[in-house]
């Protein structure tokens, strides 16, 4: 399939992008039909119209992923390779990654809606960047000598675990399998993964990229389908050693439940968030703020597991904040995410941008008012648009305070005390991330402590980069972390191997 785009950074204008979309299961390295024979449109949620018919896979196909895995994981292609060559098949994934990247960037557009702008810029560089991040420590870790004295030799080795099955969502769809692959690929391990059901299309390609890279048959293979079937077939299967899931809390619950049920395999959760963005009464730069609020709750339509969702903002500057906010949403631009001036595209499904009006309107009905927002619009393009929309008079106990919506929806609150502040920001179940805003440093160290968020973002709102962990605390997960070496160590197992030195040896 070749389409033309318009324009786009790093895209000659008018240029045509040849999208290959790759539909059928990746299995032992090669493409393959679902057992069933059955496939599912995945759809354009833009226009609403069907983009490409996919393997709709099941157990059944879960099982022949396991099997090509653990055949790679046994004969020791990948885990026995040394490390050096390891990264250089990784490395040049990375860079055909950079290769593709309109195509891929096109393909993430038009199956998940996001801006082409961010896949241009975002989602795929930083796709390409995490692979070569791992590709590149995977030969520059060392393991470990235990200070035991003359007459022994301790090794503490990290070995990978062996086949790890991964669960990704939908909003980072390339991005958020790099997450996993980086680290469980780079460790050595050899992987099944299951793209969200609404965006598989990138992830596919992605595979035959790291095959044409070198990566031996069967390391990775990808099983689309829906997630009660694939993603609790792998969540349960007795020969995957460890599930590492990203996405709701929900579901991240079952997930946990399935491995429990079944071979106890060890478990990572990445889960959802319900981030708190404190502004103290101290900031004399609030277009610097506002600026990175607006960033924090509508990048990425607010479908966001890290979204600044609450705003708590000192009662002295609420106003004055609030007005430069809705001032700033004239920027984010609604429309088509294949303009390059688009900055909102569409929610993910009509069944979400449902969910997320209704949280508009629960908004409303408990008391809030509508500062800028609110409404469905381009609904005769057939897409699922939302504007942009910021809530003020919010408590902390409404559901637009308390449940995430994963929309570009922003809930006011205010304080008058640091105290008050921490403890409402605090007030959740989640915590995945938060952003402090002030100019005074004792109170940045102070507050940025006392907040229980896996990242704390200081005067900014940001996940870190690749040298960074991310993860959550609370209810927004646990088992690991994503991105930096941290990331290594759910995809390892530590191994001690004693040797004694007797005198008469
Ligand atoms: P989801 O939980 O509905 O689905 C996530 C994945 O699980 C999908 O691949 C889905 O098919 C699969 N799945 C569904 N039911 C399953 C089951 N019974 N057993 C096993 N797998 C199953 O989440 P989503 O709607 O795709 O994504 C949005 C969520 O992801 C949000 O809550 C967001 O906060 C979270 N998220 C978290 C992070 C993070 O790093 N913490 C990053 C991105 C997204």
Redesign the pocket.
């Known amino acids: 399939m070749a389409m033309a785009l318009d324009a786009g950074e790093g895209l000659p204008q008018g240029r045509a992008v040849d999208v290959q979309f790759r539909t059928k299961a990746f299995i032992g390295g090669q493409f393959v039909e679902a057992v069933s024979g059955k496939t599912y449109a995945t759809e354009n949620p833009a226009t609403g119209k069907p983009l490409a018919e996919v393997a709709e896979c099941d157990s059944r196909d879960v099982d022949l992923a396991v099997r090509a895995a653990r055949r790679a994981a046994d004969s020791g292609v990948w885990s026995r390779m040394s490390p050096g060559e390891r990264k250089r098949i990784l490395a040049r994934f990375a860079d055909l990654i950079d290769k593709h990247v309109s195509e891929l960037a096109l393909t993430e557009s038009l199956d998940a809606g996001k801006p082409i702008s961010d896949c241009l810029s975002l989602d795929i560089p930083d796709t390409a960047n995490c692979i070569r991040w791992h590709a590149e420590a995977a030969d520059k870790l060392y393991d470990e000598v235990a200070p035991t004295g003359p007459d022994n030799l301790a090794l503490i080795l990290r070995e990978p675990v062996g086949v790890v099955g991964a ?6 769809p390339a991005l ?1 399998a790099a ?1 996993k692959l980086g680290p469980a690929l780079a460790t050595g391990n050899c992987v099944v993964i ?5 965006t598989s299309l990138s992830l596919l390609r992605l595979a035959e990229l790291a095959a044409e890279a070198g990566l031996p048959d069967g390391v990775l293979n990808v099983v689309p ?4 079937a ?6 349960r299967h007795m020969d995957i050693d460890a599930v590492a ?8 619950r ?2 946990l439940r ?1 491995a429990s049920e079944s071979n106890l395999k060890r478990v990572l ?5 319900k981030s708190p963005q404190v502004v103290m009464g101290d900031v004399t730069n609030l277009d610097h703020v506002a600026e990175q609020a607006a960033n924090a709750i509508f990048w990425n339509m607010g ?5 600044g969702s609450r705003l708590i903002v000192h009662t002295t500057i609420k106003d004055a904040l609030l007005e430069k906010l809705v001032g700033l949403t004239r920027q984010w631009i609604v429309g088509d995410p294949l303009d390059p001036a688009t900055r909102i595209g569409p929610m ?1 499904t009509k069944t ?1 941008l449902d969910r997320v009006l209704s949280y508009v309107r629960a908004g409303v009905d408990e008391g809030a008012g509508i500062v800028v927002g609110g409404t469905r619009v381009l609904a005769e393009t057939g897409g699922y648009f939302i504007e942009p929309t910021i809530f003020d008079r919010v408590s902390n106990d409404m559901r637009i305070a308390r449940e ?1 919506i ?1 929309g570009p929806v922003l809930a006011t609150l205010e304080f008058s005390t640091e105290e008050e502040a921490i403890s409402i920001a605090n007030d959740t179940p989640y915590g ?1 991330a938060a952003s402090l805003y002030t100019d005074n440093l004792h109170v940045a160290h102070r507050v940025a402590r006392a907040l229980k968020a896996g990242t704390v973002a200081v005067n900014c709102y940001s996940e870190g980069d690749m040298t960074t962990p ?3 605390y609370k209810m ?2 646990f088992g690991g972390h ?1 991105k930096s070496v941290h990331a290594h160590e759910q995809y390892t197992e530590l191994k001690t191997v004693w040797m004694q030195f007797a005198a008469n040896h």
Do not use: R
């Open positions: 669960i990704i969502p939908w909003n980072y958020m997450w299951k793209p969200a059901k609404q389908g829906p997630g009660e694939v993603g609790e077939a792998i969540a899931f990203t996405g709701s809390t929900e579901v991240g079952q997930v399935h959760l990445e889960l959802g968030g479908e966001n597991c890290s979204a993910i979400h995430e994963f995945l991310f993860g959550g927004s997960g994503d």
